[in-house]
């Protein structure tokens, strides 16, 4: 080879031709753990109706206890039904998935188009199941809290000292604290400060700060507005007379509770229809299964730009 020949070899782009890249599922930023749905306790309703039946006047049910040494007058006494309980009707999230055959033909490997659009609905639809259990007028958590149940921190910042006075309204078996994320943060901060670093336990595999041994729970969900948002406490489960979520059981098509995802045909321009549906609602069966912490100050706007957005 001549001194100035300069030595050509195969250049990586040219290279790159012949090679398959790993592809990888499309990734959605807005999916969450949803821990929301995961810990709540779940009841099937039949034809899409839950009627919560309470009893009225409770203080009214009488009992005594007599002496060992005297018969005494025993009370007589009934308990007494309310006579027009509230009834929740299940709430439909629903979309149509529209996706052009030709596409899902020629461009299925090694990724299924038709599976992978399914998929990304799915998860938006259930991202706003958790956004409604939360936020909905009619039934929501935060529609749902008695006016007694609601309380105010002593400082702004959401402290140990609010967090027991939250426990003093939800005391018989709470269940999980549940807030947004930054609130969680300033909860540590007000922790730390004051030298009880709070400890943390391990649920589905992650580690979630505890106050008392009750998790605090994060959800992006729980809205923010002007630097502050709420805390939650929740009892759940029927049997504790507590909150429930409910879901329409044995749907057609059912993919999972309450999640229902059917064919509805090819049109004449070839796209292949999908009509997917998730029904559910919630109820809180007793007062005092739900309290929260209003207008918890979670840092200055300044602070946190993208969250007011």
């Not at 919560?52 to 018969?71: A, H, Y």
């Not at 799915?122 to 008695?146: C, F, M, W």
């Not at 045909?265 to 549906?277: D, E, K, V």
Request: hydrophobic content about 40%; overall charge negative; aromatic content about 8%.
């Amino acid at each position: 080879m001549a001194a100035n020949e300069v030595q050509q070899a195969l250049g990586d782009n040219a290279a790159r031709q012949l090679a398959n890249a790993t592809k990888t599922v499309p990734q959605l930023s807005i999916i969450t753990p949803r821990w929301l749905t995961h810990l709540l306790q779940w009841q099937p309703v039949e034809a899409g109706i839950y009627r919560l039946n309470k009893v009225k006047n409770p203080l009214d049910v009488q009992v005594t206890c007599t002496q060992r040494e005297g018969s005494g007058e025993l009370p007589n006494t009934f308990v007494d039904y309310e006579e027009a309980p509230r009834e929740y009707f299940l709430n439909a999230v629903s979309t149509v998935l529209d996706v052009q055959t030709r596409v899902s033909d020629l461009y299925s490997s090694p990724h299924d188009q038709i599976k992978e659009q399914l998929r990304l609905t799915v998860e938006t639809i259930k991202e706003r199941q958790e956004s409604e259990l939360i936020n909905n007028p009619d039934y929501g958590l935060l529609a749902s809290v008695h006016p007694d149940q609601i309380i105010y921190p002593l400082t702004g910042a959401p402290t140990p000292d609010d967090l027991d006075e939250l426990l003093t309204k939800v005391w018989k078996e709470p269940a999980f604290f549940l807030t947004h994320p930054l609130a969680i943060a300033a909860f540590g901060r007000e922790c730390t400060r004051r030298g009880v670093p709070p400890p943390t336990v391990s649920l589905f595999g992650s580690q979630f700060l505890t106050w008392r041994g009750i998790p605090l729970i994060p959800s992006d969900k729980v809205p923010v507005a002007d630097g502050k948002t709420k805390i939650l406490l929740i009892r759940v489960g029927e049997k504790r007379q507590g909150v429930v979520g409910l879901f329409q059981p044995g749907l057609a098509g059912e993919q999972s509770p309450g999640l229902s995802v059917r064919f509805m045909g090819i049109n004449r321009n070839a796209i292949a229809s999908y009509l997917i549906s998730l029904y559910c609602s919630l109820a809180v069966l007793t007062d005092d299964a739900l309290a929260v912490l209003d207008d918890v100050e979670i840092g200055k706007f300044h602070d946190y730009p993208d969250t007011y957005k």
